[in-house]
């Protein structure tokens, strides 16, 4: 059977790291079945909250998903499927699966006050199945608009084996009713979000373990719509280094990533594998990725997100990244054997430029001792019968001075790169360039 997945992020903000990881993971499964039996990754934009939705979130959605190489299989918008939810919401409301409150806000806080000073869990006390039809005129004609909740069956016991945390089993008379639509006819995200998984086909689900008690509403609502539910696994959430809860988390997103030079395959190899029993890699090959997510390997704590992890894993990806991979990020008149030499002292990728300056000079050497001059100025003379080749000037020289280990090495690397650490010299020389690699000599060597 072709599984389809779904990420629904709501057009109210950027999306941050515990999303993207979200996204991944449905993106990972849809791809794994896609190779099997068939998969198909769905992008749902959750918009109904028309106040709090914007278009420039929607477009930075799609941009984020697609920098990432997310790509959605297809995209759905809440905002044009009202029909659909309306339709289903009549449906219930015939057969008595929603019905109409008419408590104010301030009449719910206090009730919960109530229950709470008395030791019972808040539950909703239906108070409004028992209002009579006359009743319900009254506060209508008060202009009192109901709210509209859906009733659980609470002899309907609820169950599903989550693929994450396994069986799972709720008890619906410990759960409240919940609101599906406000009294001014807008949807909350539960009633519309069943019906689309219904009407999509989406076959599993899998978000974060902050939805837990939702889905025990929602098996419930797949029941009253006539529909299978999908199949639900729910992982445990995003945590900083410190093992807590971390605001910045909830607001570091892929600029953020972008500025670091952080590479998305970095971002998608950490998060794949975080919070699993499988290791985290700089695997920049997705299709491994892809190959090894097993939900099974997921674990019950809490995922930490490290950002000097990060770090460390997209340094190990950049250095294994091809030359084509780069190419058309790289300083223009950088070839291959140029971003092989530097690519091993680079940590982001935007420290190439820096190195290849060392290249395409001028280099500002440190003045040198005179014994260091005269050996640099007999180097310089070496070059015409060596050429480039560095390790045949170094033992021309070692030969002819003495010299050996750092002495013999560091003023030559100083006087050609103006630097003390950098790329082998020895790929770097055919890099410089003969007549320059002896400028730069002399020039050194006053
Ligand atoms: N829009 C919901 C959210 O962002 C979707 C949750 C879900 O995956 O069902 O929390």
Known sequence: ??????????????????????????????????????????????????????????????????????????????????????????????????????????????????????????????????????????????GIAPHWRFKLDHEEAISWDDGIRGVQKFDPAQLSDPVVRRADGSWLYMLPSAVDDVDMGVTDVLRGEDHVSNTAVQIQMFTALGAQHPRF???????GREGKLSKRLGSLGCDAFRERGIEPAAIVALLARLGTSQPVEPIADASVLVESFDLATFG???????????????TAIVHGLPFDAVANRLPSGMDEAAWLAIRPNVEVLDDVADWWSIVTGPV???????????????????????????????????????????????????????????????????????????????????
């Open 233 to 239: 696994a729910h992982e445990a959430l995003l945590v």
């Open 1 to 142: 059977m072709t599984v389809i997945t779904r990420f629904a992020p709501s057009p109210t903000g950027r999306l941050h790291v515990g999303n993207i990881r979200t996204a991944l993971h449905n993106w990972l499964l849809a791809k794994k079945a896609k190779e099997q039996a068939g998969g198909r990754f769905l992008l749902r934009i959750d918009d109904t909250d028309a106040e709090r939705s914007r278009e420039e979130y929607v477009e930075a959605i799609r941009a984020d998903l697609d920098w990432l190489g997310l790509i959605p299989d297809g995209e759905e918008r809440q905002s044009e499927r009202l029909a659909l939810y309306d339709a289903a919401f009549e449906k219930l409301k015939a057969e008595g699966r929603v019905y109409p409150c008419y408590e104010t806000a301030q009449e719910l806080d206090l009730k919960r006050k109530i229950q709470l000073g008395r030791g019972l869990p808040p539950i909703y006390d239906r108070a409004a199945l028992s209002l009579t039809d006359a009743e319900r005129k009254a506060k209508e004609g008060e």
């Open 364 to 446: 500002q050497a440190p003045a040198m001792e005179a014994e260091d001059q005269a050996n640099l100025r007999q180097a310089a003379e070496l070059l015409s019968t060596c050429g480039d080749d560095w390790k045949a000037l170094t033992s021309a020289l070692k030969e002819a001075t003495g010299r050996k280990g750092k002495a013999l090495f560091l003023p030559l690397r100083q006087a050609l790169t103006g630097r003390d650490h950098g790329p082998d010299m020895a790929s770097l020389l055919p890099l410089i360039g003969v007549d320059e690699a002896k400028a730069r000599l002399e020039r050194a060597a006053g």
């Open 300 to 314: 019950r704590a809490p995922a930490r997100f490290d950002d000097e992890e990060l770090a460390r894993v997209n």
